[in-house]
């Protein structure tokens, strides 16, 4: 897995790669950005291009091409595999051209930003893993990955989500409790979270969808974008669906939401326990499968309740699955909400 330095271990820029001596001649190559970008957003940007020629670099050991390399000289570099993936690095710093371009778009938003705000989105959000699993979402492509960062930027800025409160469920989703993270799941280590699809009770309004989303914000900024919750390694978190009940209309509500979820916290899904399939999930899966990219389709593995006990602790694992987790939703509750008012007294 790619190790990166946190931005505390080294008083350079934000983004720096560990054991990477050609790092600073990448930088050097670097074409100076538009001035309307802050710095702020330069490092954001430098750290999308450091990941990249990571990536692009084979095992960090290729000497970087210097700023006169043509486009004659790489046409013959490529027959040569010594300078092939220069000739790849020179590629991906002429892409990064593209970038003030995109910045440019979405400036007016971004301008909006206190420094004290872009800051503090960047030390919960925009670290060296959030740049990682945007590039690693969206195969690599530098501008693509760069234009969603800057989107997810924006919507942070105006939706807050750090600011979410589960006291705001008490009366909707939490009370059909469909959703509880218990744990750790004992084969690799990631977060559990486990869902009931048949105690959603709530209607397809749009009202409705809005809580859901929200809910599913809250369970993902309290697992992973808060302080001391798990370490960089378990950036993802499993999930077990107990799809009993399941119907197409409950798939086409609830999907909708999902996607939104997959673009804002990219690359946060482990992999997905799937339990009590009913005869229909076939259909179901037809409907599914079609929206999803092969990798993602890996990540579902339907299996039988007993076998849980192989892939989970069962101390983190309900009774109700065969597990030695006696569910006390009450006390559960009252645990988020004390959290979050310790959490709130710290912001003050």
Partial sequence: MLRLKSESSTSGPGYQLMDFPELEK???????????????????????????????????????????????????????NHTSSVVRVAKALKATREIPQVVKQEKN????????????????????FAIYRY?????????????????????????????????EFLDTTAKSKMFIDTGYASDNGMPLFYMWVSRDLLDNSDENKSLKFRHLIYVHERNFIREGRFKDDNFQMNWVVDVSGISLNLVRRMKDIFDDIGFYYPE?????????????????????????????????????????KNKIDPDSLPTEFGGNLQ?????????????DKERVGEQK
């Avoid at 569910?327 to 959290?339: F, G, H, N, R, T």
């Fill in 135 to 167: 590039l690693r979402g969206h195969a690599w492509a530098l501008d693509e990955s760069t234009r969603l960062i800057i989107k997810m930027l924006n919507w942070r800025h105006e939706y807050k989500p750090e600011n979410v409160r589960f006291e």
């Fill in 26 to 80: 990448v930088r050097s190559l670097h074409k100076t950005y538009t001035k309307d970008v802050t710095q702020e957003q330069l490092d954001l940007m430098d750290g999308v291009l450091v990941l990249l020629v990571r990536v692009l670099v084979q095992d960090g050991e290729a000497i970087v091409a210097e700023s006169t390399v043509s486009e004659s000289s790489s046409d013959d570099a490529s027959s040569n």
């Fill in 109 to 128: 938003t971004l301008k909006s930003m206190s420094a004290e705000e872009f800051n503090e989105l960047r030390r919960k959000l925009l670290d060296d």
């Fill in 327 to 339: 569910i006390d939703w009450d006390a559960y509750y009252s645990k988020l909400m004390k959290e």
């Fill in 268 to 308: 946060r899904l482990g992999r997905v326990f799937v339990i009590n399939a009913p005869w229909t999930i076939n259909l179901i899966w037809a409907f599914l499968s079609p929206f999803l990219s092969e990798e993602l389709k890996a990540k579902y593995m339907m299996i039988k309740m007993d076998e849980l």
